[in-house]
């Protein structure tokens, strides 16, 4: 009997250490990540960028390579870029179509995060074709995605919501401090999404033109009608471009022209002149010369609402 109870305390002081030892070890692995270093986290755009940054906070070491443009859907990288990247914990991209670099580097496909992968049955087309070759397959058409993703704030807090994610597999022990950051984001995005809804449903039956087919997830969300051109703002109006724009006033009764940045003030009044208002929706894609995202499209707000009469 003596000899059973010895036996029985052996194992139960075995069983003990080995749970001790296993709570030592994770402990250590806890403490481990804790003082890992930030994770190098490269953005193709703002809106990854400014996501990114609202989540990690000063937690992750953040770089936005395409900050100088407009337009980064236009970006090449250049060689120094590539490998930065190639050296990099996460590389966050918009997917639908926004990086078409992304074909002409090579990249890990462990680094990338394809943000709109997980809403991919509501990409839109450009509306624009392109053309390829699949070697003996031959020629193939495919039509282009819009990229614009984040001009729904429903899809931006979606890709918001990935980038979360990526981070917490990245970083699982910063995993609360993540969430905790995500939800005042998402909160916000989730506001500002109500309050444009709200704004073009009171407007509801104003006819739109815009200056650039990049605007499809915009008028999707927000049910706005328009047509779109091809028009740069600072590009003075010629008169095959009036022509088609009273084409436009007469068939479709077009009343506000959406710019990307600011127009020239003679298309201001040209346009004016056919009864047509000019207002500025900054796609917001590159990096604002001042404020941020949520600044940028609250300021797309109030251009919308003035279009539509309404009071800020």
């Not at 029985?8 to 080995?18: E, K, P, Q, T």
């Not at 009608?225 to 703002?233: K, N, Q």
């Not at 959406?258 to 009864?275: A, H, I, M, N, Y």
């Amino acid at each position: 009997m003596i000899r059973k109870s010895l036996f029985a305390a052996a194992i139960f002081s075995l069983a003990l250490m080995g749970c001790r030892k296993a709570e030592k070890q994770d402990s250590s692995e806890a403490v481990s990540q804790e003082l890992a270093p930030a994770p190098v986290v490269y953005a193709s755009n703002y809106p990854l960028y400014y996501f990114a940054y609202r989540i990690g906070g000063e937690n992750i070491d953040l770089h936005f390579p395409a900050a100088g443009l407009a337009d980064p859907s236009g970006w090449n990288p250049p060689a120094d870029s590539v490998a930065a990247m190639q050296r990099a914990d996460l590389i966050l991209l918009n997917g639908a179509s926004f990086e078409g670099w992304l074909m002409n580097v090579s990249l890990p496909d462990s680094l990338l995060v394809d943000t709109s992968s997980d809403f991919a049955v509501r990409l839109l087309p450009s509306g624009e074709t392109f053309t390829h070759s699949h070697g003996e397959e031959g020629e193939h058409a495919h039509e282009g995605l819009a990229a614009t993703t984040w001009l729904d704030l429903s899809l931006a807090g979606l890709q918001a919501q990935s980038v979360r994610d990526a981070l917490a597999r990245t970083r699982p022990a910063w995993k609360d401090m993540y969430e905790a950051n995500y939800q005042v984001l998402a909160s916000e995005l989730k506001t500002l999404d109500d309050t444009f809804r709200e704004a073009a449903e009171a407007g509801a039956g104003k006819s739109f033109a815009f200056s650039h087919p990049v605007y499809q997830y915009f008028q999707k969300a927000y049910a706005l009608e328009g047509t779109s051109l091809h028009w740069e703002p600072d590009t003075p109006l010629d008169h095959d471009m009036l022509h088609e724009i009273s084409h436009l006033k007469k068939d479709r009764d077009i009343q506000v022209m959406v710019w990307e940045s600011t127009p020239l003030p003679e298309s201001v009044q040209q346009l004016k002149d056919q009864g047509i208002k000019s207002i500025v929706v900054s796609p917001m894609g590159g990096m604002p010369e001042s404020g941020d995202l949520l600044d940028g499209m609250r300021q797309n707000m109030e251009s919308l609402r003035a279009a539509l009469g309404q009071q800020p």
